[in-house]
């Protein structure tokens, strides 16, 4: 009796240990990010009001561009080196100065604004495509593009085609318009 206890227990490890070597099937999805950035429902507005941010500052820029001109048309209108010559040069050089610097300021500005939107857009993105995947039993999710390769350089070229870590993946996979749907929805 003992004899067929201990070949039953042997049996069950066997059995046991024949389950456990064998891996858990991978199942793994595909999602094009950059669709889904791009058909985010914050993605629009919220760039949009960097949109409009944007030009109301290039209008200041621009009368603050006219202003210069009117001044450098009036230096023309002096004497070199009178006082007035001076006085309008120093604040031409100032203005031109003051000019230059706003003008980076709001590019630098509008980068980290959009920086900022897309990182948050992309957190968030990255949530949906998480509960996505869970409700669809994955238990990854690559990052795909169908976009074509860019780039102006060989350089470019190559850095966008080593960015992209699924290479092919069958269309079945594809979950990114499931994402798009729960962040519309």
């Known amino acids: ?9 042997l049996a069950v490890l ?4 024949q389950l456990v070597a064998q891996p858990t099937p991978v199942t793994a999805g595909v999602v094009d990010m950059f669709k889904v950035l791009n058909q985010h429902p914050e993605t629009k507005q919220r760039m949009e009001v960097i949109k409009k941010d944007f030009e109301a500052a290039i209008d200041k820029l621009k009368a603050a561009a006219g202003e210069a001109k009117a001044l450098d048309d009036q230096l023309d209108l002096l ?15 100032q203005l031109k100065a003051t000019f230059e610097l706003d003008r980076k300021l709001l590019i630098a500005r509008m980068n980290l604004d959009t920086v900022t939107v897309m990182r948050d ?7 949906a495509v998480g509960e996505v995947a ?16 860019g780039g102006r350089s060989e350089a470019e070229v190559m850095n966008e085609i080593a960015s992209r870590p699924v290479i092919w993946s069958d269309a079945s996979l594809d979950i990114t318009e499931a994402v798009i749907a729960a962040l519309k929805g």
């Open 1 to 9: 009796m003992r004899k067929c206890n201990l070949i039953a227990i």
């Open 14 to 17: 066997l059995v046991a240990a």
């Open 79 to 93: 004497k070199e080196g009178s006082p007035e010559h001076l006085e309008r040069l120093k604040q031409l050089s």
């Open 134 to 149: 869970k409700a669809k039993g994955l238990r990854m999710v690559f990052m795909t593009t169908t976009s074509k390769v």
């Open 121 to 127: 857009i992309y957190e968030k993105s990255a949530i």
